[in-house]
């Protein structure tokens, strides 16, 4: 069973930047570097949301909300998903979860991030 493990949260101020890591262990190499690879976050009192997928040929896609401050990537031989956040907002403020954007799995335990203003 494919188990995701995110880190690289931490509580900072308002501008500053964060870059999470999610590892698929157990997903077999060949399917990870096929698979559609996302970050999702989940605010406090909201449901989980969309944050950037990135396909296998690497191609990304944002929601409005962190257009042009978050930037996905994907280390295939790590089997390892990034998110790279800058100008952090307080709105930011999440957990933040990685999974297959074409296939969900089982959830990780996620990241927490906040940002303060």
């Known amino acids: 069973q494919v188990h995701f493990v995110e880190s690289g949260g931490g509580l900072v101020e308002a501008g500053q930047s964060l870059t999470l890591s999610c590892k698929a262990a157990?997903?077999?190499?060949?399917?990870?570097?096929?698979?559609?690879m996302a970050w999702y976050r989940q605010a406090p009192g909201k449901q989980r949301e969309l944050v950037a997928s990135?396909?296998?040929?690497?191609?990304?896609n944002y929601a409005d909300s962190v257009k042009g401050r978050f930037t996905i990537s994907r280390e295939n031989p790590r089997k390892t998903v990034y998110l790279q956040m800058n100008s952090l907002k307080p709105d930011d403020t999440a957990v933040y979860y990685c999974?297959?954007?074409?296939?969900?799995?089982?959830w990780g335990q996620g990241t927490q991030v906040i940002v303060s203003q």
């Open positions: 157990r997903m077999i190499t060949s399917t990870f570097n096929s698979a559609i």
């Open positions: 990135i396909t296998g040929d690497r191609n990304t």
């Open positions: 999974n297959r954007g074409d296939w969900e799995q089982p």
